[in-house]
Protein backbone atom coordinates (compact mmCIF):
# COMPACT_ATOMS: atom_id res chain seq x y z
CA UNK A 1 0.00 0.00 0.00
CA UNK A 2 1.35 3.52 -0.83
CA UNK A 3 0.70 6.38 1.59
CA UNK A 4 -1.42 8.97 0.20
CA UNK A 5 -0.64 12.73 1.17
CA UNK A 6 -4.18 13.19 0.40
CA UNK A 7 -5.97 15.78 2.71
CA UNK A 8 -9.50 13.90 3.31
CA UNK A 9 -12.63 15.82 2.78
CA UNK A 10 -16.15 14.79 4.40
CA UNK A 11 -19.57 16.12 2.97
CA UNK A 12 -21.08 18.33 6.22
CA UNK A 13 -24.93 19.16 6.75
CA UNK A 14 -25.07 21.79 9.44
CA UNK A 15 -28.34 22.61 11.12
CA UNK A 16 -29.38 24.55 14.51
CA UNK A 17 -32.49 24.69 16.80
CA UNK A 18 -31.78 28.11 17.38
CA UNK A 19 -34.16 30.17 15.18
CA UNK A 20 -31.79 33.17 15.18
CA UNK A 21 -28.80 31.36 13.74
CA UNK A 22 -30.06 29.66 10.82
CA UNK A 23 -28.52 29.21 8.16
CA UNK A 24 -30.47 30.14 4.45
CA UNK A 25 -31.76 27.24 3.46
CA UNK A 26 -29.92 26.48 0.02
CA UNK A 27 -26.47 26.28 1.94
CA UNK A 28 -26.84 22.22 1.55
CA UNK A 29 -24.26 20.18 2.69
CA UNK A 30 -20.47 21.36 2.54
CA UNK A 31 -17.45 19.77 1.55
CA UNK A 32 -14.88 20.29 4.36
CA UNK A 33 -11.18 19.13 4.81
CA UNK A 34 -11.52 16.52 7.85
CA UNK A 35 -8.80 18.33 9.85
CA UNK A 36 -11.19 20.79 10.48
CA UNK A 37 -11.87 21.89 14.28
CA UNK A 38 -14.62 23.59 16.38
CA UNK A 39 -13.05 27.16 16.07
CA UNK A 40 -12.46 26.65 12.26
CA UNK A 41 -16.33 25.55 11.65
CA UNK A 42 -17.16 28.49 14.17
CA UNK A 43 -15.56 30.71 11.53
CA UNK A 44 -17.36 28.51 8.72
CA UNK A 45 -20.94 29.56 10.06
CA UNK A 46 -20.10 32.74 11.37
CA UNK A 47 -18.91 33.83 7.60
CA UNK A 48 -22.19 31.91 5.72
CA UNK A 49 -23.90 33.85 8.66
CA UNK A 50 -22.28 37.44 7.89
CA UNK A 51 -22.20 38.20 11.33
CA UNK A 52 -20.53 41.69 11.89
CA UNK A 53 -19.68 39.98 15.67
CA UNK A 54 -18.75 36.61 15.59
CA UNK A 55 -20.93 34.26 17.46
CA UNK A 56 -18.96 31.67 19.24
CA UNK A 57 -20.01 28.05 18.35
CA UNK A 58 -20.14 25.08 19.83
CA UNK A 59 -20.46 21.35 17.36
CA UNK A 60 -22.26 18.75 18.30
CA UNK A 61 -21.88 15.34 16.02
CA UNK A 62 -24.37 12.32 16.38
CA UNK A 63 -25.42 14.59 19.89
CA UNK A 64 -21.83 14.49 21.05
CA UNK A 65 -19.93 17.86 21.29
CA UNK A 66 -17.06 17.87 19.33
CA UNK A 67 -13.46 17.90 20.78
CA UNK A 68 -11.40 16.74 18.30
CA UNK A 69 -10.86 17.65 14.45
CA UNK A 70 -13.38 16.20 12.51
CA UNK A 71 -10.91 13.33 11.52
CA UNK A 72 -10.42 12.19 15.09
CA UNK A 73 -14.32 12.21 15.19
CA UNK A 74 -14.46 10.15 12.53
CA UNK A 75 -11.67 7.80 13.32
CA UNK A 76 -12.72 7.07 16.67
CA UNK A 77 -16.33 7.06 15.84
CA UNK A 78 -15.50 4.17 12.89
CA UNK A 79 -16.71 6.49 10.51
CA UNK A 80 -16.20 6.57 6.85
CA UNK A 81 -15.69 10.13 5.25
CA UNK A 82 -18.16 8.72 2.71
CA UNK A 83 -20.72 9.60 5.04
CA UNK A 84 -22.59 13.02 4.86
CA UNK A 85 -22.02 14.04 8.80
CA UNK A 86 -24.91 15.62 10.38
CA UNK A 87 -23.21 18.46 12.02
CA UNK A 88 -25.91 20.64 15.06
CA UNK A 89 -24.31 23.84 16.33
CA UNK A 90 -25.12 26.01 19.44
CA UNK A 91 -24.02 29.06 20.82
CA UNK A 92 -21.04 28.41 23.41
CA UNK A 93 -22.39 29.04 26.27
CA UNK A 94 -19.30 30.18 28.14
CA UNK A 95 -16.41 31.45 26.05
CA UNK A 96 -14.16 28.83 24.81
CA UNK A 97 -11.42 28.25 26.59
CA UNK A 98 -7.80 28.29 24.51
CA UNK A 99 -6.51 24.88 26.73
CA UNK A 100 -7.45 21.58 25.29
CA UNK A 101 -10.50 19.66 26.76
CA UNK A 102 -11.25 16.30 28.09
CA UNK B 1 -25.54 6.10 12.06
CA UNK B 2 -23.08 3.56 10.11
CA UNK B 3 -20.15 2.19 10.97
CA UNK B 4 -17.45 0.43 9.02
CA UNK B 5 -14.45 -1.24 9.38
CA UNK B 6 -11.93 -2.17 6.59
CA UNK B 7 -13.45 -6.05 6.01
CA UNK B 8 -16.92 -4.42 5.62
CA UNK B 9 -18.51 -5.45 2.75
CA UNK B 10 -22.08 -5.12 1.46
CA UNK B 11 -23.95 -7.94 0.45
CA UNK B 12 -23.43 -9.68 -2.93
CA UNK B 13 -26.85 -9.48 -4.61
CA UNK B 14 -27.83 -13.45 -5.31
CA UNK B 15 -27.20 -14.79 -9.35
CA UNK B 16 -30.97 -14.66 -10.08
CA UNK B 17 -31.82 -11.56 -8.52
CA UNK B 18 -28.71 -9.92 -10.12
CA UNK B 19 -30.26 -11.21 -13.42
CA UNK B 20 -33.36 -9.78 -13.04
CA UNK B 21 -32.12 -6.56 -12.24
CA UNK B 22 -29.51 -6.82 -15.23
CA UNK B 23 -32.70 -7.39 -17.82
CA UNK B 24 -35.08 -4.97 -15.95
CA UNK B 25 -32.24 -1.85 -16.93
CA UNK B 26 -31.24 -3.60 -20.48
CA UNK B 27 -35.02 -3.20 -21.24
CA UNK B 28 -35.48 -0.16 -19.81
CA UNK B 29 -32.43 1.53 -21.43
CA UNK B 30 -32.84 -0.74 -25.10
CA UNK B 31 -34.36 2.50 -27.07
CA UNK B 32 -31.62 5.08 -25.77
CA UNK B 33 -28.76 2.64 -26.69
CA UNK B 34 -30.42 2.50 -30.51
CA UNK B 35 -30.10 6.30 -30.21
CA UNK B 36 -26.16 5.87 -28.51
CA UNK B 37 -25.30 3.36 -30.91
CA UNK B 38 -26.17 5.68 -33.81
CA UNK B 39 -24.17 8.62 -32.48
CA UNK B 40 -21.33 6.41 -31.65
CA UNK B 41 -21.29 5.13 -35.40
CA UNK B 42 -20.71 8.24 -36.43
CA UNK B 43 -18.07 9.16 -34.22
CA UNK B 44 -16.08 6.49 -33.66
CA UNK B 45 -15.91 4.70 -37.63
CA UNK B 46 -13.39 7.64 -39.14
CA UNK B 47 -14.49 9.55 -42.25
CA UNK B 48 -14.07 8.27 -45.77
CA UNK B 49 -12.40 11.45 -46.94
CA UNK B 50 -9.10 11.47 -47.44
CA UNK B 51 -7.75 14.81 -46.27
CA UNK B 52 -4.09 16.05 -46.84
CA UNK B 53 -2.41 16.29 -43.96
CA UNK B 54 0.88 15.92 -41.95
CA UNK B 55 4.39 17.14 -42.35
CA UNK B 56 6.79 15.37 -44.85
CA UNK B 57 9.72 16.14 -46.47
CA UNK B 58 7.97 15.31 -50.09
CA UNK B 59 4.82 15.36 -50.95
CA UNK B 60 1.75 16.74 -52.97
CA UNK B 61 0.89 20.36 -51.77
CA UNK B 62 2.94 23.03 -49.32
CA UNK B 63 1.99 22.91 -45.72
CA UNK B 64 1.60 27.20 -45.89
CA UNK B 65 2.16 27.16 -41.77
CA UNK B 66 5.89 25.27 -42.56
CA UNK B 67 7.03 28.04 -44.83
CA UNK B 68 8.41 30.87 -42.33
CA UNK B 69 9.90 28.12 -40.06
CA UNK B 70 11.97 26.61 -42.86
CA UNK B 71 13.12 30.06 -44.13
CA UNK B 72 14.19 30.79 -40.40
CA UNK B 73 15.99 27.76 -39.70
CA UNK B 74 18.23 28.61 -42.49
CA UNK B 75 16.17 25.84 -44.63
CA UNK B 76 17.06 23.03 -42.19
CA UNK B 77 13.23 22.36 -41.37
CA UNK B 78 12.35 20.92 -44.10
CA UNK B 79 9.26 18.62 -43.82
CA UNK B 80 7.11 21.37 -45.46
CA UNK B 81 5.28 19.13 -47.58
CA UNK B 82 1.60 17.35 -46.88
CA UNK B 83 0.70 14.21 -48.35
CA UNK B 84 -3.21 12.51 -48.37
CA UNK B 85 -3.90 10.49 -45.68
CA UNK B 86 -6.32 7.38 -45.59
CA UNK B 87 -8.05 6.96 -42.77
CA UNK B 88 -7.18 3.16 -41.20
CA UNK B 89 -9.69 0.98 -39.72
CA UNK B 90 -10.14 2.14 -35.79
CA UNK B 91 -10.91 -0.45 -32.95
CA UNK B 92 -11.32 0.42 -29.75
CA UNK B 93 -10.59 -0.17 -25.93
CA UNK B 94 -13.20 0.68 -23.72
CA UNK B 95 -13.18 0.88 -19.55
CA UNK B 96 -16.11 1.35 -18.34
CA UNK B 97 -15.39 2.59 -14.26
CA UNK B 98 -17.73 2.13 -12.05
CA UNK B 99 -17.71 3.97 -8.47
CA UNK B 100 -18.14 1.69 -5.86
CA UNK B 101 -18.05 3.41 -2.89
CA UNK B 102 -20.48 4.54 -0.02
CA UNK B 103 -21.26 7.91 -1.09
CA UNK B 104 -22.67 6.49 -4.26
CA UNK B 105 -25.42 4.47 -2.12
CA UNK B 106 -25.74 7.57 0.28
CA UNK B 107 -26.57 9.76 -2.65
CA UNK B 108 -29.03 6.75 -4.57
CA UNK B 109 -26.71 7.01 -7.32
CA UNK B 110 -26.45 3.60 -7.63
CA UNK B 111 -29.43 2.70 -10.03
CA UNK B 112 -28.71 5.77 -12.10
CA UNK B 113 -25.07 4.16 -12.21
CA UNK B 114 -26.28 0.47 -13.75
CA UNK B 115 -28.88 2.29 -16.36
CA UNK B 116 -26.01 4.52 -17.70
CA UNK B 117 -23.83 0.85 -17.65
CA UNK B 118 -26.53 -1.04 -19.40
CA UNK B 119 -26.72 1.50 -22.10
CA UNK B 120 -23.12 2.28 -22.61
CA UNK B 121 -22.17 -1.54 -22.54
CA UNK B 122 -25.28 -2.16 -24.73
CA UNK B 123 -24.61 0.52 -27.41
CA UNK B 124 -20.85 -0.57 -27.57
CA UNK B 125 -21.99 -4.36 -27.78
CA UNK B 126 -23.76 -2.98 -30.90
CA UNK B 127 -21.22 -1.15 -32.27
CA UNK B 128 -18.92 -4.30 -32.33
CA UNK B 129 -16.54 -1.38 -32.63
CA UNK B 130 -13.45 -3.69 -29.84
CA UNK B 131 -12.96 -4.78 -26.42
CA UNK B 132 -15.06 -3.42 -23.28
CA UNK B 133 -13.73 -4.07 -19.99
CA UNK B 134 -15.45 -3.03 -16.57
CA UNK B 135 -13.72 -2.11 -12.87
CA UNK B 136 -15.08 -0.69 -10.00
CA UNK B 137 -13.14 1.53 -7.89
CA UNK B 138 -13.49 2.97 -4.15
CA UNK B 139 -10.59 2.06 -1.54
CA UNK B 140 -9.28 -0.31 -4.51
CA UNK B 141 -9.67 -1.26 -7.78
CA UNK B 142 -11.46 -4.29 -8.87
CA UNK B 143 -11.88 -6.13 -12.36
CA UNK B 144 -15.39 -6.98 -13.21
CA UNK B 145 -15.25 -7.81 -16.38
CA UNK B 146 -11.91 -8.02 -18.25
CA UNK B 147 -10.78 -7.12 -22.05
CA UNK B 148 -10.67 -10.35 -23.45
CA UNK B 149 -14.61 -11.65 -22.27
CA UNK B 150 -17.27 -10.84 -25.01
CA UNK B 151 -19.95 -8.88 -23.34
CA UNK B 152 -23.28 -11.00 -23.22
CA UNK B 153 -25.92 -10.55 -20.71
CA UNK B 154 -24.84 -12.99 -18.42
CA UNK B 155 -21.56 -11.06 -18.12
CA UNK B 156 -23.91 -7.95 -17.30
CA UNK B 157 -25.76 -9.57 -14.25
CA UNK B 158 -22.33 -10.88 -12.95
CA UNK B 159 -20.96 -7.36 -13.21
CA UNK B 160 -24.15 -5.87 -11.11
CA UNK B 161 -22.95 -8.84 -8.38
CA UNK B 162 -20.07 -7.44 -8.24
CA UNK B 163 -20.99 -3.83 -6.47
CA UNK B 164 -22.27 -3.53 -3.56
CA UNK B 165 -21.58 0.23 -3.28
CA UNK B 166 -20.06 -0.04 0.34
CA UNK B 167 -16.37 0.58 -0.27
CA UNK B 168 -15.25 2.91 2.63
CA UNK B 169 -12.83 5.63 0.38
CA UNK B 170 -12.53 7.13 -3.12
CA UNK B 171 -9.59 7.17 -4.28
CA UNK B 172 -9.52 8.01 -7.86
CA UNK B 173 -5.84 8.13 -8.07
CA UNK B 174 -5.62 5.34 -7.33
CA UNK B 175 -8.02 4.42 -10.23
CA UNK B 176 -6.74 6.12 -12.85
CA UNK B 177 -2.76 5.15 -11.64
CA UNK B 178 -4.01 0.85 -11.97
CA UNK B 179 -6.19 2.13 -15.21
CA UNK B 180 -3.36 3.13 -17.03
CA UNK B 181 -1.34 0.05 -16.72
CA UNK B 182 -4.39 -1.92 -17.91
CA UNK B 183 -4.50 0.05 -21.03
CA UNK B 184 -0.85 -0.68 -21.35
CA UNK B 185 -1.01 -4.47 -21.05
CA UNK B 186 -4.12 -4.08 -23.17
CA UNK B 187 -2.06 -2.40 -25.72
CA UNK B 188 0.58 -4.65 -25.98
CA UNK B 189 -2.23 -8.09 -26.33
CA UNK B 190 -3.56 -5.89 -28.99
CA UNK B 191 -0.44 -5.17 -30.60
CA UNK B 192 -0.94 -7.95 -33.64
CA UNK B 193 -3.49 -6.38 -34.96
CA UNK B 194 -2.82 -4.21 -38.09
CA UNK B 195 -6.28 -1.67 -36.60
CA UNK B 196 -5.32 1.88 -35.27
CA UNK B 197 -6.16 1.45 -31.69
CA UNK B 198 -8.09 3.79 -29.62
CA UNK B 199 -8.25 3.59 -26.06
CA UNK B 200 -11.64 5.55 -23.78
CA UNK B 201 -11.82 5.22 -19.85
CA UNK B 202 -15.63 6.41 -19.01
CA UNK B 203 -15.58 6.81 -15.55
CA UNK B 204 -19.77 6.42 -13.59
CA UNK B 205 -19.26 8.22 -10.26
CA UNK B 206 -20.99 10.70 -8.07
CA UNK B 207 -18.22 13.08 -8.72
CA UNK B 208 -16.79 13.44 -5.11
CA UNK B 209 -13.57 12.80 -4.70
CA UNK B 210 -9.98 14.68 -3.21
CA UNK B 211 -6.79 15.82 -4.40
CA UNK B 212 -7.64 17.63 -7.59
CA UNK B 213 -3.93 18.64 -8.56
CA UNK B 214 -2.36 14.77 -8.03
CA UNK B 215 -5.29 13.71 -10.62
CA UNK B 216 -4.97 16.20 -13.08
CA UNK B 217 -1.45 15.23 -13.21
CA UNK B 218 -2.57 11.63 -13.81
CA UNK B 219 -5.21 12.88 -16.65
CA UNK B 220 -2.71 14.57 -18.43
CA UNK B 221 -0.28 11.41 -18.00
CA UNK B 222 -3.04 9.43 -19.71
CA UNK B 223 -3.80 11.86 -22.29
CA UNK B 224 -0.40 11.34 -23.19
CA UNK B 225 -0.63 7.53 -24.08
CA UNK B 226 -3.55 8.39 -25.85
CA UNK B 227 -6.36 7.29 -23.26
CA UNK B 228 -9.32 9.43 -23.57
CA UNK B 229 -10.89 10.14 -20.38
CA UNK B 230 -14.75 10.90 -19.74
CA UNK B 231 -16.17 11.89 -16.20
CA UNK B 232 -19.64 11.08 -15.90
CA UNK B 233 -21.56 12.48 -12.83
CA UNK B 234 -24.35 10.89 -11.89
CA UNK B 235 -26.62 13.56 -9.98
CA UNK B 236 -29.89 12.20 -9.55
CA UNK B 237 -30.54 14.97 -6.97
CA UNK B 238 -33.91 16.30 -6.86
CA UNK B 239 -34.81 19.75 -8.17
CA UNK B 240 -37.28 20.74 -5.70
CA UNK B 241 -35.77 23.01 -3.20
CA UNK B 242 -38.50 22.11 -0.53
CA UNK B 243 -36.38 19.16 1.10
CA UNK B 244 -34.68 21.73 2.97
CA UNK B 245 -33.92 19.50 5.71
CA UNK B 246 -32.54 16.41 3.14
CA UNK B 247 -29.32 16.16 3.00
CA UNK B 248 -29.89 15.40 -1.16
CA UNK B 249 -28.19 17.90 -3.54
CA UNK B 250 -27.08 18.46 -6.45
CA UNK B 251 -22.95 18.28 -7.22
CA UNK B 252 -23.61 21.80 -8.92
CA UNK B 253 -24.53 23.64 -5.77
CA UNK B 254 -22.35 21.45 -3.94
CA UNK B 255 -19.56 24.22 -1.69
CA UNK B 256 -15.99 23.87 -0.52
CA UNK B 257 -14.57 25.30 2.48
CA UNK B 258 -10.96 25.47 3.33
CA UNK B 259 -8.69 27.15 5.33
CA UNK B 260 -5.65 28.61 3.33
CA UNK B 261 -3.05 31.15 4.72
CA UNK B 262 -3.17 34.66 3.20
CA UNK B 263 -0.13 36.93 2.51
CA UNK B 264 0.34 37.82 6.13
CA UNK B 265 0.37 34.15 7.05
CA UNK B 266 -2.91 34.23 8.76
CA UNK B 267 -5.34 31.24 8.06
CA UNK B 268 -8.33 32.19 6.05
CA UNK B 269 -11.27 30.79 4.96
CA UNK B 270 -11.85 29.92 1.65
CA UNK B 271 -15.32 29.03 -0.37
CA UNK B 272 -15.61 27.70 -3.41
CA UNK B 273 -18.06 25.51 -5.74
CA UNK B 274 -17.46 22.05 -5.79
CA UNK B 275 -16.76 21.68 -9.69
CA UNK B 276 -14.51 25.15 -10.13
CA UNK B 277 -11.61 22.89 -9.41
CA UNK B 278 -13.01 19.46 -10.54
CA UNK B 279 -10.34 18.23 -12.22
CA UNK B 280 -11.36 16.21 -15.73
CA UNK B 281 -11.53 18.27 -18.75
CA UNK B 282 -14.01 15.83 -20.37
CA UNK B 283 -17.04 15.70 -18.20
CA UNK B 284 -20.37 15.61 -18.24
CA UNK B 285 -23.23 15.75 -15.34
CA UNK B 286 -26.26 13.22 -15.84
CA UNK B 287 -29.34 13.46 -14.05
CA UNK B 288 -31.77 11.83 -16.95
CA UNK B 289 -30.71 9.08 -18.90
CA UNK B 290 -32.56 10.80 -21.61
CA UNK B 291 -29.88 13.20 -21.66
CA UNK B 292 -26.91 10.69 -22.53
CA UNK B 293 -26.28 9.81 -25.51
CA UNK B 294 -26.41 13.23 -27.00
CA UNK B 295 -23.71 14.75 -24.14
CA UNK B 296 -22.04 11.36 -24.65
CA UNK B 297 -21.65 11.58 -28.10
CA UNK B 298 -20.95 15.94 -27.58
CA UNK B 299 -17.36 15.22 -25.55
CA UNK B 300 -16.10 12.33 -27.78
CA UNK B 301 -17.09 14.24 -30.84
CA UNK B 302 -14.91 17.32 -29.42
CA UNK B 303 -11.71 15.07 -28.35
CA UNK B 304 -11.58 13.48 -31.82
CA UNK B 305 -11.63 16.56 -33.54
CA UNK B 306 -9.06 18.01 -31.34
CA UNK B 307 -7.00 14.71 -31.26
CA UNK B 308 -7.20 14.14 -34.98
CA UNK B 309 -6.31 17.53 -36.02
CA UNK B 310 -3.42 18.13 -33.56
CA UNK B 311 -2.32 15.19 -35.62
CA UNK B 312 -1.31 12.80 -33.27
MG1 LIG C 1 -17.51 8.30 -2.86
Known amino acids: METSTTTAKVKIHLTTRSEDIQLPVETGPILVPTELRRYQLSTLVNTLLE ?29 SAETTLNVEYVKALIPPLHVASY | NTHLSPEDVGVELPLEDAQRLWA ?17 RLILHPTQATRMRGDFRTGKRLNIKRIIPYIASSYKRDKIWMRRSVPTKRSYQV ?16 ELAFMTLALIAKSMSMLEVGELSVVGFGEQVKVAHDFSTPFTSDA ?19 LLTESIEMFRAARLK ?22 HPAIRQLIRQAHEERIM ?11 SPGVASGTKQSILDLQTAEFVKDAMGEMQLKMNKYLDTFPFRY ?11 GVLAGALRQWFSETVDSGT
Request: proline share 3%.
Open chain 2, 95 to 110: MLAIDDSKSMAESDSQ
Open chain 1, 51 to 79: TVQPVPLEFLVNGQFLRTSLDEYLTQNGI
Open chain 2, 229 to 239: VVFIVVDPATL
Open chain 2, 156 to 174: GSRILQQFTFSQSKTNVQR
Open chain 2, 283 to 293: YLIVRDLQDLP
Open chain 2, 190 to 211: AAGSASDLWQLQLIISDGICED
Open chain 2, 24 to 40: KHEDSTRNLALVLTEHL
